[in-house]
């Protein structure tokens, strides 16, 4: 996933790629320990990730690209 800023957070991150469909959705999956980030459950929600991250949740695996 390709981001235009200096970071985006995890639960933005979430709704972004549709893998949650609400702010509260992606708010529990992060606070539930379900969702890690490059290979560490993050339990973050404001975790601010930047070009080169990798987050993993539900099976999918998306990788923050900076541009």
Do not use: H, P
Request: net charge neutral; hydrophobic share 35%.
């Amino acid at each position: 996933m390709k981001i235009t800023t200096e970071y985006i957070k995890l639960e933005a991150l979430l709704k972004f790629a549709a893998l949650c469909s609400t702010g509260g959705e992606a708010k529990n999956v992060i606070q539930d320990g379900l969702v890690s980030v490059n290979g560490e459950v993050c339990t973050m929600r404001g975790k601010k990730l930047r070009g080169g991250d990798k987050v993993i949740y539900n099976g999918e695996t998306i990788e923050v690209e900076a541009t």
